[in-house]
């Protein structure tokens, strides 16, 4: 009994280090202390404790460490093995064993005496350790999820030597389960569960992911969760599993992490702590790689953006920049990093509205405003700029973000919106909107500094004419030059601006403290500009002279409103018109009642034309038998209210309006149709129709005549056009052509009124001329003024000269009719042969005749 005491005392001993065994030197196991049966997981149980071999075998040491552990013992010195002890699927004992050889007093071998501990907690820990620190440096490493994830798997599975590991994740749509690692469960198994849907009792997994937490099945084939899928489980030697969400900050189920083992079996606490671990583990991975995907995008879209995109560090200096911002200022990567801002801002760094937006930042975190930036070449444009505060979490700024936004096409955009809205496209002048407003603002200032001003409207004596013989395009630049030299006139605070076609408005600001200095002031000025503008301009090899007539007005008169005093200024430039152009009239007040009469006859001409209230009379041009040998077109106007109005009246206002264009056209149709009805009735007869110098110059005045000519099918050999001597002057080449045009077709022209104009007989002699018409007021007078007599004679010579016909107008008695015929001029058409009368009358008359 003594003995046995003193063999336990001897053969286990526990220290701090763990258990003490003793062998004697027969190998002989001293009786073991219950608490080395209780870590051999043989507390309780019955058998021989004197053997270690017996006692190892019994705990369940693996064949191969109990071997070499006896090999150990049989040399008799000192040794140390682990003896990792398997005590349940999955959970393992991690025995140390340190041997000491005894010697008797004698020096022989005398037993061994083995320290044993257990270092299964500090294994544990260990492996936690090395896990962690592992899966750590794999994620900054950059190394992928699904590399991270399988290599978490392997390590469980190394670690639990006998446990399988699997990682499933959720799919986008949250429903379903897809397989990202299991190193060691069967192929076909992981096959067969990739995809499935979660679900209430969808296994471990797809419940756990279901629930959101974890789910321990310790029997796989009696588990309610494993109905549908037990059979695939345990046909794979699949006997439990448990199972743990892995969730990410939000809460939101990224997966599943679960152990399976081959035999039923619950998770030790060893376990509970690896799956927390792992789950934890696997959702940083899997978390690291979804915030990199964001910001892989993020990325992408800012370097993307056509915003330019700064980041300042907490020196405030450049770290990055994105692609449109070297682009909007002209620098590489390279000469921006590590700069400071002042070097996209330049000396506008310290300007009121950078400073203002730094302030801004540093109170509220985020700024904005319009700003001007500075590109490389120096070049200054207007930009948004953004600035906003970047923080972490421990609220400090490490930097702050730029944005900047260019204004230059917006600005641009808006400034060619203001340029349209308010500048005439030929010229760049101030339109009529604009002009309008700084009426408006110097009507106020003049008011305000009892000062006087004026406004000018200056119209372009025959404009039309330069556009219809040389072309828009010409018309245009001769427009630019025109305001060029006017600008170069005037004061920086005058305005100058461009209302239409061919007319310039000139606004002089405070040129008098009273009405009557101001008008003499503004007339100097608008006589240096007539002067200036009749001046020839060359453009294109040609040179184009022009007069102009100005109407002026003071201002502020009365209380006129801006409308006011350019209608006050209109008038004044039709009174200049009527003075006989090139000239400067100050608006008085009777001119309104003139200038409104006019309106109102221009108005009813349209109106004329349209309800047919013109006619054609014709008056017949006879030989010095008194035969007929022609007639002449001459239009009236049976005007309802005004009655039969004379063309010496309406003529100019419809020669100025335009309308002579339409009214032209239609005189000459009606003609045609009467000619053609004498032509068709065999008595054919030449008619001459007038021709105004304005429809003259029509760019398709040689088309409409030979359309009318081919709609009326009257033979053009029986048309005679009269043109004014004028007309002849004014641009003589392309009259020429004209005239050449349709005296090929058979067409006859007149010169009407000759004499009054100062036409050169070497330039006449040029022309396809068939006939000079002696004006009525040389005719008249003729045979009791010498100097008319004289002048008849003339022309009659010339006419010999240039082998034209010639035919005298406004003969109204046999006087007048003798001169001519003693003289050799033997056509004539006057009174004394019948008046003008209803186109429809003589063609009566014609065909009832006797006449050939
Ligand atoms: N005192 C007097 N006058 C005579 C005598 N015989 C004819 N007349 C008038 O003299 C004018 C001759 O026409 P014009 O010189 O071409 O002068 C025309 C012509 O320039 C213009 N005119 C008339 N019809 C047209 C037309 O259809 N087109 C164009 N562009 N102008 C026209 O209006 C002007 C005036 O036309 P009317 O008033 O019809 O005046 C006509 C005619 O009625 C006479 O013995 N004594």
Redesign the pocket.
Known sequence: MESNKHNVAESLTTGVDGIQLRLDHQGHLHAPDHRVLQWLGLHGRQGATDSLSLLLTQAGLRADTLTRTEQLVSRQRDFSIDWPLRLAPGDWRHLHCQAERLNNDAGQYDGLRLRICDLTAFREEQAFAQMQSLIIALLSSGASTQHILQLLSEEIERLTVDLLASILLLDDDQRHVLHAAAPSLPPGYVQAINGSEIGPRAGACGTAAWRREQVICHDIASDPLWRDYAPLALSNGLKACWSTPILDVNQRVLGTFALYAREPASPSRFHQRMLTTITQLAAMALQREWRNVQLQKLEQAIEHSPIGFVLFNAEQRIEYVNASLLQLFGYTQKELLGATWEVLHGEHAQSEALVELWQDMQRRGRAENEITAIDRGGGEFPAQMLLCRITDHSLQAPGFLAIYQSLRERKAAEQALHEAAYHDKVTQLPNRALLYDRLSMQIAVCRRNQQFGALMLIDLDEFKRINDTHGHSLGDAYLRALAERLQEMLREEDTLARLGGDEFAVLLAQIGEDADAATAHALQVAEKLRTRLSEPVELRGKHIQQSASIGLTILPKGMESPEDLLREADTAVFGAKEKGRDTIVVFEREMHTRVSERFELEQDLRYGLEQQQFQ??L?PQVDHQGTIRGA?????WQHPQRGLV???QF?PV??QSGL?VP??EW??QQTLSVMRQCEAAGKPLRF?????PR?FRQADFVDSVKRALQDSAADALHLTL?L?EGLLIDDPQSTREKMAELADLGVHFSI??FGTGYSSLSYLKRLPLREL?I??SF??DAPNDPSDAAIVETILAIAQHLHLTVIA????NDEQADFLRQRHCFLM????FG??IPAADFVEQWLASANP
């Open positions: 054609v009379y008056q002449e077109a001459l239009l009236r004379s063309p010496i003529i419809a020669e002579i009214i032209g005189v000459l001459a129709v007038n021709v105004s429809q009269e004014t009407d009124d018409k004006d009525k005719v008249q107008e406004g003969v109204e058409q006057g009174y004394r008046r003008p």
